[in-house]
């Protein structure tokens, strides 16, 4: 757990924790010679597998890779529609794009998620999937999005980027268990393990499914299109010999990111109840601040705090979103903005006509929120530190 430290140097919005067990397992893979797709690949798998209880798991070079392999899996093609919220990061609706179809992004609540009402508005006979978003760590309502699914045979691909320790009622996101009630629910579930995520490998994703035969094309796809355990050519049980059964894609996790993600697997519990305890400390030091809202929780889903991100009230404040970061700055405190909403990047407002105010719940949250410093290397020192400056921009800058 988090323990108090001091300290006035930049404090930098986010850092991964990597620990002496990490780096000695990539030393043991350098030293093997495997250091691509190899052994340790297909033990992380495994890992993550039993870890969020999902009875397939494909290791892919990035999450975007999971989300884009998974919708061509599942049939994406050009002219079709995908359902995709715009709080999210680009490559949540780039990927719709790289397959010739048209991501319909839709509004989110202030609770930064999707629902299956704004959903079901989206909806054409063109919409072929969509692609929840678990923003910042807590879930999206699942089931009211698979109960839609199925009334409309689409596709749940979820983008769970934030969300690899997050659970759902009584199951981890990814968790096979948790589509039982919804028997033909096609679905895949896909993380990021990016370096700022709560478990990284630097770059690298994974796709977790129910479908045996989901998870066979996608890491056949991730593999350039090459047969069955192609990886195996180089090993004393392979063979040189190979065929291309499909124009695929190079989108495979090396031996080196899996054996960082091992042991940042199973330190995972402890960066969860850090976070959580950090979350806790933040949300104590903000609760008789009006000029601020943090995050909203809702009960029967386990927030993993990926982001912490408050809300200003901007109407008691003098200044906005943009001089309250720069203040923070001036203290030598680092943040970020999750997300400017996609719909509002160029390409997507000159290629589909939107307006900010199209999507008028994103557009308002976005000039109003700020990302706070919150990762496991944080002590309570540190979270006091961030809450005080925060607290102390807000007094010098109320509304009278």
């Given at each position: 757990?988090?323990?108090?430290?001091?300290?006035?140097?930049?404090?930098?919005?986010?850092?991964?924790?990597?620990?002496?067990?990490?780096?000695?397992?990539?030393?043991?893979?350098?030293?093997?010679?495997?250091?691509?797709?190899?052994?340790?690949?297909?033990?992380?798998?495994?890992?993550?597998?039993?870890?969020?209880?999902?009875?397939?798991?494909?290791?892919?070079?990035?999450?975007?890779?999971?989300?884009?392999?998974?919708?061509?899996?599942?049939?994406?093609?050009?002219?079709?529609?995908?359902?995709?919220?715009?709080?999210?990061?680009?490559?949540?609706?780039?990927?719709?794009?790289?397959?010739?179809?048209?991501?319909?992004?839709?509004?989110?609540?202030t609770d930064f998620n999707v629902?299956?009402?704004?959903?079901?508005?989206?909806?054409?006979?063109?919409?072929?999937?969509?692609?929840?978003?678990?923003?910042?760590?807590?879930?999206?309502?699942?089931?009211?999005?698979?109960?839609?699914?199925?009334?409309?045979?689409?596709?749940?691909?979820?983008?769970?980027?934030?969300?690899?320790?997050?659970?759902?009622?009584?199951?981890?996101?990814?968790?096979?268990?948790?589509?039982?009630?919804?028997?033909?629910?096609?679905?895949?579930?896909?993380?990021?393990?990016?370096?700022?995520?709560?478990?990284?490998?630097?770059?690298?994703?994974?796709?977790?499914?129910?479908?045996?035969?989901?998870?066979?094309?996608?890491?056949?796809?991730?593999?350039?299109?090459?047969?069955?355990?192609?990886?195996?050519?180089?090993?004393?049980?392979?063979?040189?010999?190979?065929?291309?059964?499909?124009?695929?894609?190079?989108?495979?996790?090396?031996?080196?990111?899996?054996?960082?993600?091992?042991?940042?697997?199973?330190?995972?519990?402890?960066?969860?109840?850090?976070?959580?305890?950090?979350?806790?400390?933040?949300?104590?030091?903000?609760?008789?601040?009006?000029?601020?809202?943090?995050?909203?929780?809702?009960?029967?889903?386990?927030?993993?705090?990926?982001?912490?991100?408050?809300?200003l009230d901007l109407d008691?404040?003098?200044?906005?979103?943009?001089?309250?970061?720069?203040?923070?700055?001036?203290?030598?405190?680092?943040?970020?903005?999750?997300?400017?909403?996609?719909?509002?990047?160029?390409?997507?407002?000159?290629?589909?006509?939107?307006?900010?105010?199209?999507?008028?719940?994103?557009?308002?949250?976005?000039?109003?929120?700020?990302?706070?410093?919150?990762?496991?290397?944080?002590?309570?020192?540190?979270?006091?530190?961030?809450?005080?400056?925060?607290?102390?921009?807000?007094?010098?800058?109320?509304?009278?």
């Open positions: 757990m988090a323990v108090e430290s001091s300290r006035r140097e930049f404090l930098p919005f986010a850092l991964p924790t990597i620990g002496e067990v990490e780096i000695k397992e990539v030393v043991d893979s350098l030293e093997s010679g495997w250091i691509s797709t190899g052994p340790k690949v297909r033990e992380f798998e495994g890992a993550i597998a039993d870890y969020v209880g999902a009875d397939h798991a494909v290791a892919v070079s990035s999450c975007t890779a999971g989300l884009h392999l998974s919708l061509q899996a599942f049939g994406v093609r050009p002219g079709d529609e995908v359902i995709v919220p715009t709080m999210t990061f680009c490559s949540t609706a780039n990927v719709v794009e790289h397959l010739g179809a048209r991501p319909v992004l839709v509004d989110v609540g629902s299956a009402d704004t959903i079901r508005a989206a909806i054409t006979d063109r919409t072929k999937a969509v692609v929840p978003v678990h923003f910042g760590g807590q879930a999206v309502d699942l089931d009211s999005i698979y109960r839609l699914a199925l009334e409309h045979d689409l596709a749940v691909v979820e983008d769970a980027a934030h969300a690899i320790d997050t659970s759902y009622g009584e199951h981890r996101i990814g968790a096979s268990a948790a589509q039982a009630a919804f028997p033909g629910l096609r679905r895949a579930v896909v993380y990021s393990f990016y370096a700022t995520k709560n478990l990284t490998t630097a770059e690298g994703g994974m796709v977790v499914t129910t479908d045996e035969d989901l998870a066979a094309e996608i890491r056949m796809m991730s593999m350039h299109g090459m047969s069955r355990d192609a990886w195996k050519r180089y090993t004393s049980a392979g063979s040189w010999y190979y065929e291309v059964v499909a124009p695929g894609f190079k989108a495979n996790m090396t031996d080196l990111q899996a054996a960082l993600g091992l042991h940042q697997l199973a330190r995972l519990p402890e960066f969860t109840a850090t976070r959580q305890a950090l979350a806790a400390r933040f949300d104590e030091a903000f609760a008789d601040v009006p000029e601020l809202e943090p995050p909203i929780r809702h009960t029967g889903r386990d927030h993993v705090f990926h982001l912490y991100v408050i809300r008691r404040l003098r200044i906005d979103r943009s001089a309250f970061i720069d203040q923070l700055r001036e203290v030598q405190i680092g943040t970020s903005v999750h997300f400017i909403p996609v719909h509002q990047h160029p390409y997507y407002a000159e290629t589909y006509g939107y307006a900010p105010d199209d999507l008028p719940v994103a557009a308002s949250l976005f000039e109003q929120i700020i990302s706070l410093p919150l990762y496991p290397r944080l002590t309570t020192a540190d979270i006091d530190r961030v809450a005080e400056a925060v607290i102390d921009i807000i007094d010098r800058n109320r509304v009278s």
